[in-house]
């Protein structure tokens, strides 16, 4: 049985390389170095939170990866504007990795912004994290989706007013 993705899709009025740097603005930054030196310093769990808190900024997201799409796309046709983001915070994915080692292929999670047409207002599409860590079955995921729902949701209306 084929089975059918939630994605959210908003529309904006706003312009696609305003609407990427204001989302990229919004995001606390991954440092894997920081990360990888509190690993190796073995520091406590408290330490780690106390780290991640400060990384993820207000809203408590991180970029971990942006892969501009459309740069490519547009090599050899007409301009296309998209990008892939990596979105998340290492404290709240370990706890949900110690939940269900499944979720592993689902923490951090995708956004995308993308323009459909050149000169109108850009999109951003992503799948709600309560709806792709509710396909794992396990209730004890339910509260970390609908913490990171709140979370995106919340950088979504601040960028787009809505």
Not at 93 to 99: G, K
Not at 118 to 144: C, M, Q, T, V
Request: hydrophobic share 45%; aromatic share 10%; glycine share 8%.
């Amino acid at each position: 049985m084929k089975k059918i993705l939630s994605f959210d899709e908003i529309a904006t009025n706003i312009p696609y390389d305003v609407l990427t740097k204001d989302f990229e603005d919004e995001l606390g930054k991954y440092d894997a170095g920081a990360v990888a030196l509190m690993i190796q310093e073995d520091v406590s769990w408290r330490s780690f939170e106390k780290e991640m808190v400060k990384m993820a900024g207000d809203n408590g997201l991180m970029l971990f990866l942006k892969a501009d799409q459309g740069r490519v796309a547009s090599i050899n046709s007409r301009e296309i504007k998209c990008a892939l983001y990596l979105v998340g915070n290492p404290f709240i994915a370990a706890q949900i990795v110690n939940i269900d080692i499944r979720a592993s292929f689902l923490v951090p999670f995708r956004v995308s912004i993308y323009e459909k047409e050149k000169g109108k207002g850009a999109f951003i599409g992503f799948r709600k994290p309560s709806s792709f860590l509710g396909e794992l079955e396990n209730p004890n995921l339910k509260p970390f989706g609908e913490l990171l729902d709140g979370k995106i949701n919340g950088i979504i209306k601040k960028i787009t007013a809505l």
